[in-house]
């Protein structure tokens, strides 16, 4: 079993800063691809930023020059620094790691969400 724990979350004035957390723990296999992912309400869940094994990465438009993903192998972990957030920004936010399982075959883990609420 894969277990992803998130931190770092919280209350922010807007301008602030956060940096998100996310490590995985148990039977880690072959990490295909790391992610964070945002759900506001009413909202549907949307790609934040990825990034590769190849440490290529994605961001969406609405975080560019905001947000900044990193990982570190060794210790199973992916970041998410969040600089001059906005009340946009106020979301649960999620981690994910797909792993290959078979050729040309991956399954996405997540973790349990931390919630970002940034203030006015």
């Known amino acids: 079993q894969v277990q992803l724990v998130e931190s770092g979350g919280g209350l922010v004035q807007a301008g602030g800063s956060l940096r998100l957390s996310c490590a995985a723990s148990g039977s880690i296999g072959d990490i295909n691809a790391m992610g964070w992912y945002r759900q506001a309400p009413g909202k549907q869940r949307e790609l934040v930023a990825g990034?590769?094994?190849?440490?290529?990465?994605n961001y969406a438009d609405s975080v560019k020059g905001r947000f900044t993903i990193s990982r570190d192998n060794a210790k199973n972990t992916v970041y998410l620094q969040i600089n001059s957030l906005k009340t946009e920004d106020t979301a649960v936010y999620y981690c994910?790691?797909?792993?290959?399982?078979?050729?040309?075959?991956?399954?996405?883990?997540w973790g349990q969400g931390t919630q970002v609420t940034v203030s006015s």
């Open positions: 994910n790691f797909r792993m290959r399982v078979r050729k040309d075959t991956t399954y996405d883990y």
């Open positions: 990034i590769t094994s190849g440490d290529s990465t």
